[in-house]
């Protein structure tokens, strides 16, 4: 009786890291195929407008990215699209967090946190270092 | 506008070829940047390390879904790539182009000789192994040759190793897989790749986890290994829009066909072929270094 509860629970804690599973690859899938698309549209654009691979790329602000996106300017999505694709892997850590606080498994929310720590040390240090 | 063209083209070879063959396309996008269109090391592992978050991204999400990489696993030892890479991307930016192309010739050396190892020992890598196509639903198993099960349940009292151990294998060794992820880290970061030449053997061989487990959840590593290095190349200025777009592109949907192709394809000749691409860019890469 209590081997078969204890197998339950077991079942029960598998089936809920199977959904977590799921849902953080269907995020991360999601926001890849959002990146590449942008990424994609920029590409195409820059074959319309003639613009060659190596002519440097200019340096954009977010409000020029955004602005570049809207007027359909080949920098604005790939821009767009490269922040998307970078950040896409912390948006899956960011939702295993939110899936590992929902099951009080605070060590894994630990791990989690620990990670967007060095992440957010990374773009710290880039962005010290670029000032 | 024909460089343009020529470089999706160059990227969808790479990533055809680096999905056929289990090894992504990290490794042939830097000599392809580099040597092909002339720019710079550092500029060219940048853009290297964009094509594989996306096609690492794409595999990954395959692999949750299908509940063959272990996220608990990957997360944790992702804590320490990441560290890795964070060191890697700060160094980089201090080594001598000179420095980075020799150390890349030395990678692209000892890839080919062990894939020369393999050839010779009749034992080549199962071309089922490499990225699964995004969308595919085919189930996953684990292979005959992984190690046996020792228990297929978490006891009620467990070990962080158990915590991280999946259905069907009992992780072993965690101070290894930590060591290891650092240093997958830092190369990851200095070349470009995304480290699973690294992480595949010292998980699988090392802390006895699964081959087709370790290759997804190394898989899983990638985004965020490569993540925290990509962070610094970009916001120091270090990946240009115009290159990386075509790249990565063309990456993305030659690693796509390739997955989808595997079962087609000679995997014996395709690796032949591909250790003369590696040692002639090898040789390239040792030309650039002695410059």
């Not at chain 2, 720019?39 to 990954?60: D, K, N």
């Not at chain 2, 020799?102 to 000789?113: D, E, I, N, T």
């Not at chain 2, 394809?265 to 002695?290: C, E, K, N, P, S």
């Amino acid at each position: 009786m209590r081997a078969t509860a204890a197998r339950g629970a077991g079942d029960h804690g598998r089936g809920a890291e199977r959904d977590l599973e799921r849902a953080v690859g269907r995020i991360l899938m999601t926001a890849t195929y959002v990146g590449v698309g942008l990424i994609a549209a920029g590409a195409i654009l820059m074959v319309l407008e003639g613009v060659s691979p190596l002519d440097p790329a200019p340096s954009l602000s977010p409000a020029d990215a955004a602005a570049a996106l809207v007027a359909l300017r080949p920098e604005g999505p790939l821009a767009v699209g490269l922040v998307v694709l970078i950040a896409s892997p912390t948006l899956r850590v960011v939702s295993s967090l939110v899936g590992y606080l929902e099951a009080r498994e605070r060590r894994m929310a630990l791990v989690s946190l620990a990670i967007l720590a060095v992440i957010a040390a990374s773009v710290v240090l880039a962005t010290g270092q670029a000032a | 506008m024909t460089v343009g063209l020529a470089m999706i083209a160059g990227g969808f070879a790479a990533g055809v070829f680096g999905s056929l063959l289990g090894l992504g396309g990290g490794i042939l996008i830097v000599p392809l940047v580099t040597l092909g269109f002339g720019l710079p090391l550092r500029e060219a592992v940048g853009v290297s390390l964009v094509s594989v978050i996306a096609t690492s991204g794409a595999s990954a999400g395959v692999y949750l879904g299908r509940h063959v990489a272990n996220l608990r696993l990957g997360m944790s030892l992702e804590l320490f790539t990441a560290t890795g890479a964070l060191a890697g991307a700060l160094v980089a930016f201090a080594v001598p182009d000179r420095v980075l192309a020799g150390l890349f010739a030395a990678l692209l050396l000892y890839v080919a000789l062990s894939m020369i190892r393999t050839l010779r020992s009749g034992t080549a890598a199962d071309p089922n192994a490499t990225m699964p196509a995004p969308g595919d639903r085919s189930p996953e198993r684990l292979r005959p040759d992984d190690p046996p099960a020792e228990w297929s349940s978490r006891p009620a009292v467990s070990t962080v190793a158990d915590r991280l151990s999946g259905p069907g294998y009992r992780v072993r060794n965690l101070p290894l897989g930590i060591a290891g992820s650092l240093f997958a880290g830092v190369i990851s970061a200095l070349l470009g790749i995304g480290g699973g030449i690294v992480k595949v053997p010292v998980m699988h061989l090392g802390m006895g986890v699964p081959m087709r487990v370790a290759t997804a959840t190394s898989n899983l590593m990638i985004g965020i290994t490569a993540t925290s290095s990509a962070i610094i190349y970009f916001l120091r200025g270090g990946i240009d829009a115009y290159v990386a777009g075509p790249t990565v592109l063309g990456v993305f949907v030659g690693a796509t066909v390739g997955s989808r192709s595997a079962h087609r394809v000679d995997a014996r000749l395709l690796r032949v072929l591909f250790v003369a691409v590696l040692l002639y860019t090898a040789w390239q890469m040792i030309g650039r270094a002695l410059a």
